[in-house]
Each structure stands twice: as structure tokens, then as C-alpha cells.
């Protein structure tokens, strides 16, 4: 089929697997769904996690067969890049920026990781550091401006 790892035909198959859910997937929960939550009154930080789990939760389609932990791991994962998503969207109000986050965040692993390695415990450790570093990043920009704040009164 042409399909080997590095050719074109494959890196033009994994271009269009990434871009696919990242316009979908964007519009969707940022364009629509975020800026209607917006609209309700709540808070950027509120609006961020309301739809960071919204979006993990709907992610979990793919779990059927996984064990335990790595349907934890699949959560937790879409679950941060929900949050870093939205926080993005929020800060800038540009669905192309995380249109293009998306993209990069799919289209990455398939170009560079031919198969999944066995996670030990030392990813795991890893993985959790990333994401809860990812996470407070997404916290930050949702919160109010400090020096904006200040400089207003």
C-alpha cells in the first residue's frame, strides 16, 4: 500500500488523520460550545474545566478493550489538552491558533513514534509531571491578569 513509515504517501495520511479532528474537535468545543458557556457568566476558569471534561469524557470513545490504567492515562491526557485548548482559545480568541495546536499535538506522535513503547513506571512518573505542569499552564492563563487588574484601579 505505500504505507511505509517516513514515506510520503503515509506522512500525507497522518497530515490529514490530525487535521481532521483537530478542525472538528476545535470548532466544535471551542468555537461552540466554549463561547456559549462564556455567554452563561461564568468564569474563564470555570468555562475552561467545564469543557476540559467535557472534552475528555467524550475521548473515552476510544476505550473500548483498554485496561484500567491506560483508560486513566487516556483521560487524564485529553483531559489536560482540553484545558490547555481552551485556556489558549480564552486567552487569544483564535480557533486557527488551536485549530493549529491540535493539529500539532495529533500529527506529532504519528510522525515520530512508530509504535507504542510499554509504559513503566518512570513514563508514568513522567507523563503525570507533564501533564500536571500542562494543566497549571492552562490554570494560569485562565486567571484574571494581575497586572491588569492593578493597573485598573
Sequence with gaps: LGMEIGG???????????????????????CIFLYNLQKTGRSDLACMLISS?????LHLTN????????????F?????IGMVLAAVYLKNYSILQV????????????????QAVSATTMHIVLFVIL?????AYAVKLCLPDQKKSSAAQ
Excluded at 510520503?8 to 471551542?30: I, K
Excluded at 476505550?63 to 487516556?74: C, T
Aim: glycine share 4%; hydrophobic share 65%.
Design 99 to 114: 485549530i493549529a495546536l491540535h493539529f500539532l499535538i495529533d500529527f506529532t506522535p504519528r510522525i515520530f513514534v512508530e
Design 53 to 57: 471534561i467535557l472534552f475528555a469524557v
Design 8 to 30: 510520503s504517501v503515509y506522512f500525507m495520511e497522518a497530515a490529514l488523520t490530525a487535521f481532521a479532528p483537530a478542525l472538528f474537535e476545535e470548532v466544535l468545543f471551542r
Design 131 to 135: 501533564l500536571t505542569a500542562e494543566a
Design 63 to 74: 476505550i473500548a478493550g483498554m485496561d484500567a490504567l491506560s483508560v486513566a492515562i487516556q
Design 76 to 80: 487524564g491526557y485529553s483531559l489536560v
